[in-house]
């Protein structure tokens, strides 16, 4: 049975956080930790973390075959790479695809009724660019699967400073903190957004628990920064 604190929170609620060792996935983390919102977070990945607390269950797992019996009321899903770093479009489209779409049957089956993706700006099933065309088509996969709530997160470039290095991205990094002040108006949109807001949004956005299908936009995202 599901007990609720004093402040009306669901002390029992479970969340699930898959690409918790990325930049974002590791503020997501700590932003529901510290929320207080979840008596259980499991973060699904492929190697260990180094994030420690008490009420986090990490589960080394193969997203090839995930484990079919692991509930969860909220699952977070923070996965993805880059081609550059996937080396070739397959190997990138299995990843911010696949892994996803599998993610989400699975955890649909096991009783999910929440799940939030970091998709991007742009992403069009119909796009002329491989990237936004496997976000888009990802998007449309997992519309169909069912979940009560349904949160996409379409942010444009994110910004932060990764341990790994990516000397095209230190340049984007540059590039937009120059651009930014200038993009106002409809362009707003186009304004990186930092990873730690990101987290926040989807955080917040998922314990609200609308149902439906909410496409929350760059624009949108940067009011949590």
């Avoid at 180094?50 to 997203?63: K, P, Q, S, T, Y």
């Amino acid at each position: 049975m599901q007990s609720i604190d004093k402040k009306g929170i669901d002390i029992q609620r479970i969340a699930l956080v898959a690409g918790a060792t990325g930049v974002t996935g590791k503020y997501l983390l700590k932003y529901l930790h510290h929320s207080g919102a979840y008596s259980t977070i499991i973060a699904f990945t492929r190697k260990p973390l180094d994030i420690i607390f008490e009420n986090l269950d990490e589960r080394i797992v193969d997203f090839d075959h995930l484990p079919d019996d692991v509930f969860a009321h909220d699952v977070y899903c923070c996965l993805g790479t880059t081609i550059k770093k996937a080396k070739t479009k397959e190997a990138f489209k299995k990843v911010d695809h696949t892994f996803v779409i599998n993610l989400a049957e699975v955890q649909k089956k096991a009783g999910t009724e929440h799940f939030a993706v970091i998709s991007a700006m742009g992403a069009s099933s119909k796009s002329p660019f491989f990237y936004n065309r496997v976000k888009g088509e990802m998007e449309n996969a997992l519309m169909q699967i069912g979940f009560k709530s349904l949160y996409i997160f379409r942010p444009s470039f994110i910004a932060a400073h990764r341990t790994e290095k990516r000397s095209g991205e230190k340049l984007a990094l540059l590039f937009f903190s120059w651009i930014n002040p200038l993009l106002i108006g409809p362009l707003k949109k186009y304004q990186s957004v930092a990873a730690s807001a990101i987290a926040k949004a989807m955080a917040l956005k998922m314990l609200e628990s609308k149902p439906g299908i909410h496409l929350v936009l760059s624009d949108e995202i940067k009011k949590f920064t």
